[in-house]
């Protein structure tokens, strides 16, 4: 087996989270919604509430930091332009995003945005490693 860089191992595992946070969000949805509901064409559903409609932002607003992430660990990557700079930024990231979705699903507001706070310094290294 290959090693992995750090960066590319962060990504790997943000991805996993997405997909642990989908998860969580559809076992929610149960709690509000009938499985018949939820397998039908949901035209009519009503908006979600509390806990539930915590996951569906949680996983948008992680998609969203995906979306910075992603791209620029592949250039800096895919360049070799990878150090321990990088490494750090993809660990804030990463550990930001899982405080961030934790304190998202229990309803944390200020420690939250913290959270959000740290993982976007950790995308804005990457980015100043790829850019300049």
């Not at 304190?103 to 913290?114: A, I, K, M």
Request: proline share 4%; with cysteine.
């Amino acid at each position: 087996m290959t090693h992995m860089p750090v960066e590319l191992m962060m990504l790997a595992y943000a991805v996993v989270w997405l997909f642990v946070i989908i998860l969580v969000t559809t076992v929610l949805s149960l709690q509000q919604r009938s499985i018949g509901q939820l397998a039908g064409a949901r035209d009519d559903l009503p908006a979600p509430t509390g806990t539930y409609a915590r996951g569906l932002r949680n996983v948008e607003n992680h998609k969203e930091g995906l979306i910075l992430f992603a791209p620029l660990v592949l250039i800096a990557a895919w360049t070799q332009n990878l150090d321990s700079y990088t490494a750090l930024g993809a660990q804030l990231f990463f550990w930001g995003r899982i405080a961030h979705g934790v304190l998202y699903f229990v309803g944390v507001p200020w420690l939250r945005t913290l959270a959000w706070l740290v993982g976007i310094v950790g995308t804005a290294m990457i980015a100043c490693a790829v850019i300049f």
